[in-house]
């Protein structure tokens, strides 16, 4: 890896200064890199963080074959890292003008990492420092504890895509502004309502005498009102104390933050050392979540202003055709498939556009009339400013749930794709199966990424209880006895998984002699089971 | 066609039961939609269709290259990464390098198959609803893809054949360099499945035969005279003598020039006749590729083949010969691998076909003289011939010179779990017991693992 030439620099600076005046915000210092196809093959493993921590499965010779990103979906490989200063990849035999293309591409991801509300707790430190130290570690700790080191990696890693990223970015967002649990918040909130007769009129009663004591005694109607409950209910205070404690409790969908907190394995004092190492594999992946729930935005974003500065760039002219052709590449609708460029740079200027005309207020929707709606302009001039505002605050799935609708199916003539059989010719149909904005939000909110929710606490025995939440989704069957064997040994004993399953069940459909001439509806039928990780064996029970 | 109509009347006259009627006309019926639905229909290629994940800058900023980092990384050596591997089970944990098959792109379609390790990182992470897989038809459930431009709500945009059939003009020129680069992995495939997943050496059962070739070799030691002379023998011959004659002492300087040198001191290498006792194999392949094998069966089966294949490669130090037969209700013979691994049709099933072809090579061929043999079978267990009735003497016939037959039943799912034709006449004909040295069976489910298969080649070869 070497730096960009001088020249090539230049022309950076330049993109910089024009994408600067055109409102994009990010800090000056940026670095680039020219990496032949070795080092990418070096660096595709590590995420392209050149400084990434050494681990053997990089190592390993991996499929990486496309069909593995529709179950599996990873942090796609990218020409830009977040880090600080950003550093960005480019091939030497570039020309110019394709340079200035990509500079803005990558300008357009930089501003988006340091302006994009979801990267929050990316942006008080640089990434590449921090996973240096934490492979200095890594190689100290293998240099001590062998290969023991690569177990405890392994096994963090099986549960590393169930951080509690959400957790983290409430914590950022509500700093300060949570209040602390009262014992009377307690009582009315919890203790009233989970109680095995609670009704709602007695609940209401004890609202109107918690109001009428408040009333009655300005100073301390409160105080007293308490006073009367805890002399009825004598337990009411042991159970607000033990809520307390247990308010305490980390990461109830953090695993690994769990693991850290409670596992009593770890927290031996020869094993302390693998809490680093947990906590290595968790910040590091902290740090990655932001980037793919973002795809389709960050590309959207970066693909809309390469296209908007590069033709306004003067120092490019009589290259509009060879820009064109890449350009399409990059940005054009595919006949099948999801093209996050090319969608997310779509659905940028479709709002851009509406909110020139002001189409995104309430007067805007109160307006029910088909055609006074089509030729709706109030001519505000706030589309880029909007723009910049949904660049801030959404992610992929806010993003793709709120925007769109059917005037942008329509205007970009997007359809939804059925697969059906054909048994007279025995082919896969591939047919246009809607054009509703409806099913194609859907369609789209379905192909984001999305790891289950796992609530993790400790059972009876001092078992380890996983809970995944139900979401119309079974989990990856071959997966699971890794996943808990690795978890058990951090635990250091045994681990249950409560997951759904769904089991197919047949109508009669046996009508004999006849090729299958209708298919009848298969109906699926969910059954909670429960999975046992034991002395390192997996056993499968229904639960219910 | 006709000929297999006029099958199913014989088969009828002598008496079908229903269940068996219904898996014959469900073949029949592939048979006349499936054929050739590529070439009969010219249908263009299906749509690829992609995650969005899976696009990214430097792929698309690439000009014309191929994304490098679509491709391998081996940064460790593959010996060194299996040791890891045998540590880990020594750790009691369960290994983690699987053997994979890769098939490679080839530009004009002739792919090729490489054999590469591969792992993967297990996390919890959400699986689709399966699908019906036993229908294989009515809509997809899922939520289908993205798509852009003209066409109305239930137009057709494309479409796809449901099995490719390749092959068949699998000629010259293609496969050449596929098998080459397919022979020079597969040896080390051999190694590593014996070392490391600890597959059985072949016993040695005195089945080492003589070659009717000799090679000459200068192994034979002559004193006095031969073709080279062995400097390092003559010299301690020459000291020998010298010592003997009180010439050299112990303690003093030898003095070479006044060594006297005896021409029988003198020891040559001479060339020597040598019987070359190398053993020897000949491996079958058999697979039915008939319309009820299509999918995971065909998947299973091949898997297996291929790495027995690599197996026998070792244990015989490459001298393994390798016969690739297909059978429907015909069988026939393919020139290589990859038509063997590639081939799909949709006919019937009639195993005694393979049986009687893999027999009268060895007959016309005079294979058994010279070779061990093998068969290895892989089906779904279903035979338009019930009971064995042709099959089973065939069988008989073949298990006289073999030294092992070994059938794969990979079930297909079609007929729930019952048991299946082949696996039941086999079972009835008493062989699996009275052969045991020389007849194994393996029936896997159909969604077995890779760790399976090879569960299932200890059960056939050990």
């Given at each position: 890896m070497e730096l960009i030439s001088q020249h090539a620099k230049r022309i950076m600076e330049g993109c910089k200064e024009r994408a600067r005046q055109a409102g994009l915000r990010f800090e000056d210092e940026t670095l680039e890199y020219i990496v032949t196809n070795r080092d990418l093959v070096e660096l595709g493993p590590k995420v392209m963080i050149p400084t990434l921590y050494d681990y053997w499965v990089q190592d390993v010779e991996v499929l990486r074959e496309q069909g593995r990103y529709e179950l599996y979906p990873n942090n796609p490989y990218e020409t830009v890292i977040n880090t600080r200063p950003p550093i960005s990849y480019y091939n030497d035999n570039n020309p110019d003008w394709l340079n200035v293309m990509i500079f803005y591409h990558v300008i357009g991801h930089i501003d988006f990492f340091q302006n994009n509300l979801f990267f929050r707790h990316t942006w008080d430190y640089d990434f590449a420092g921090r996973a240096l130290a934490d492979k200095r570690l890594f190689a100290k700790l293998r240099s001590e504890k062998g290969r023991w080191v690569d177990y405890v990696i392994e096994f963090a890693r099986t549960i590393d895509n169930l951080v509690g990223y959400f957790d983290l970015l409430a914590e950022n967002g509500a700093a300060g502004s949570e209040r602390p649990l009262t014992l009377l918040d307690y009582y009315f909130d919890l203790f009233l309502q989970r109680g095995?007769?609670?009704s709602v009129s007695r609940y209401s009663q004890e609202i109107e005498r918690y109001n009428r004591m408040c009333r009655e005694y300005p100073e301390d109607g409160e105080t007293r009102f308490l006073k009367s409950v805890t002399e009825k209910h004598a337990e009411l205070e042991a159970l607000y104390a033990k809520k307390l404690k247990e308010k305490k409790?980390?990461?109830?969908?953090d695993p690994l933050l769990f693991l850290m907190e409670y596992s009593p394995f770890l927290n031996r004092e020869e094993n302390r050392w693998m809490l680093m190492v947990l906590e290595v594999i968790r910040s590091t992946s902290l740090y990655f979540q932001p980037q793919i729930r973002t795809k389709i935005l960050n590309e959207g974003w970066a693909s809309y202003w390469h296209d908007t500065l590069f033709l306004g760039d003067d120092r490019i002219r009589g290259h509009e055709v060879d820009y064109a052709i890449v350009n399409a590449k990059v940005t054009s609708m595919p006949r099948v498939g999801l093209n996050p460029y090319a969608l997310g740079m779509r659905l940028f200027q479709y709002l851009e556009q509406r909110a020139d005309r002001g189409r995104t207020g309430l007067a805007y929707f109160q307006t029910l009339d088909r055609h006074q709606r089509q030729r709706f302009d109030r001519d505000t001039g706030k589309g880029r400013e909007y723009i910049f505002h949904i660049r801030q605050s959404h992610c992929d799935s806010m993003f793709v749930n709120s925007f769109i609708d059917q005037d942008f199916i329509d205007q970009h003539r997007l359809f939804v794709v059925g697969k059906r059989l054909n048994k007279e010719r025995m082919t896969w149909q591939y047919y246009v199966k809607s054009r509703k904005a409806a099913d194609y939000k859907e369609m789209v909110a379905d192909s984001l990424y999305h790891p289950p929710r796992v609530q993790v606490s400790v059972g009876d025995n001092n078992v380890l209880v996983l809970e995944h939440l139900f979401e119309g989704k079974p989990l990856l069957r071959d997966f699971i006895q890794g996943v808990m064997l690795g978890l058990e040994f951090l635990w250091g004993g045994e681990v249950h998984l409560y997951t759904s399953v769904p089991i197919p069940r047949k109508a009669g459909r046996e009508r004999d002699g006849q090729a299958k001439e209708e298919t009848p509806k298969r109906t699926i039928e969910w059954k909670r089971f429960r999975y046992t990780m034991k002395d390192r064996t997996l056993a499968r029970t229904l639960a219910e | 066609m006709h000929r297999l109509r006029q099958w199913v009347r014989q088969l009828e006259a002598r008496g079908l039961t229903d269940e068996q009627r219904r898996v014959i006309e469900f073949e029949l019926a592939l048979v006349e939609q499936g054929g050739d639905p590529q070439q009969a229909h010219g249908l263009g290629p299906g749509p690829v269709s992609r995650s969005l994940y899976s696009y990214c800058d430097p792929e698309l900023f690439a000009q014309g290259t191929a994304s490098p980092v679509l491709s391998l990384v081996a940064a460790q050596s593959l010996d060194h990464l299996l040791q890891r591997d045998l540590q880990r089970e020594q750790d009691g944990f369960p290994r983690k390098i699987r053997i994979g098959k890769l098939v490679k792109p080839g530009r004009d379609g002739d792919d090729k198959v490489v054999v590469i390790p591969t792992t993967v990182e297990e996390k919890l992470i959400h699986d689709r609803i399966p699908e019906d897989e036993e229908g294989e038809g009515g809509e997809g459930q899922e939520a289908g893809e993205g798509g852009a431009g003209e066409g109305e709500e239930g137009e057709v945009i494309g479409e796809q054949p449901v099995r490719e059939e390749q092959g068949g003009g699998s000629g010259a020129g293609q496969g050449q360099g596929g098998a080459h680069e397919l022979e020079s992995t597969v040896y080390d495939l051999g190694r590593i499945l014996t070392e490391q997943f600890a597959l059985p050496n072949l016993r040695d059962k005195g089945k080492k035969r003589s070659l009717t070739r000799f090679a000459y070799d200068l192994t034979d030691k002559n004193r006095g005279f031969g073709q080279i002379l062995d400097k390092k023998a003559t010299l301690r011959r020459v000291l020998q003598t010298n010592i003997a004659l009180g010439r050299v002492q112990a303690g003093t300087r030898v003095d070479t020039n006044t060594l006297m040198v005896s021409p029988r001191d003198r020891v040559y290498r001479i060339l020597s006749k040598e019987k070359d006792y190398e053993s020897q194999a000949v491996v079958f392949f058999v697979r039915d590729y008939s319309g009820s094998m299509a999918g995971k069966p065909t998947e299973l089966v091949v898997n297996q083949h291929v790495l027995i294949y690599a197996w026998l490669t070792y244990q015989y130090q490459n001298q393994v010969e390798t016969r690739f037969i297909l059978h429907d209700t015909e069988a026939r013979e393919v020139e290589n691998f990859q038509a063997y691994y590639q081939m799909q049709v949709a006919g019937g099933t009639q195993v005694a076909s393979a049986y009687r072809l893999v027999n009268r090579i060895v007959v016309e061929e005079e294979l058994a003289r010279d070779y061990s043999i093998y068969v290895f079978h892989g089906t779904d267990?279903?035979?338009?011939d019930t009971y064995g009735e042709e099959a089973l003497p065939e069988l008989e016939k073949m298990l006289v010179y073999t030294s092992r037959v070994g059938i794969t039943i990979a079930e297909n799912g079609l007929e729930g779990s019952r048991r299946s034709e082949v696996e039941k006449y086999l079972a009835k004909s008493g062989l699996l017991e009275t052969k045991k040295e020389l007849l194994r069976l393996d029936v896997m489910a159909k969604d077995s693992t890779e760790a399976r298969v090879i569960e299932g080649i200890k059960r056939l070869i050990s």
């Open positions: 095995p007769k609670s409790t980390v990461g109830r969908t | 267990g279903d035979d338009w």
